[in-house]
């Protein structure tokens, strides 16, 4: 399994779509996601102070984008999703709370 981090804004603005595209993925091109090793990393980097995000688990077994592995920060591997996430490979959309 792999994670995303998301709003729950533009997660629930999306939630009649078959797949689902983070505001980002227009300037950048492809979806972040992260290992479970990752996310709290991520959460600490990126979030510090927010309340209002979702934790999504995907199988990505059941991604049809093409899904790369490329380093990122400290040079280390971060899967990154070169089109739409599929909502049939969303498994689970849990509450993260805020982040401290």
């Known amino acids: 399994m792999i994670y995303h981090i998301a709003t729950q804004e533009v997660w629930n603005s999306q939630l009649q779509l078959a797949s689902y595209f ?7 091109g492809f979806i972040h996601l992260s ?5 709290a990393v991520v959460l600490q980097r990126y979030y ?42 969303v498994v689970k ?3 993260i709370p805020k982040v401290e």
């Open 22 to 28: 983070p505001t980002e993925f227009e300037k950048e």
């Open 35 to 39: 290992t479970e090793a990752q996310v």
């Open 48 to 89: 510090k102070g927010r309340e209002d995000l979702l934790l999504l688990t995907v199988d990505e077994t059941k991604l049809t984008a093409q899904l790369k592995y490329e380093p990122s920060t400290g040079n280390e591997l971060y899967p990154h999703l070169f089109g739409g996430l599929d909502k049939s490979a």
């Open 93 to 95: 959309v849990e509450s």
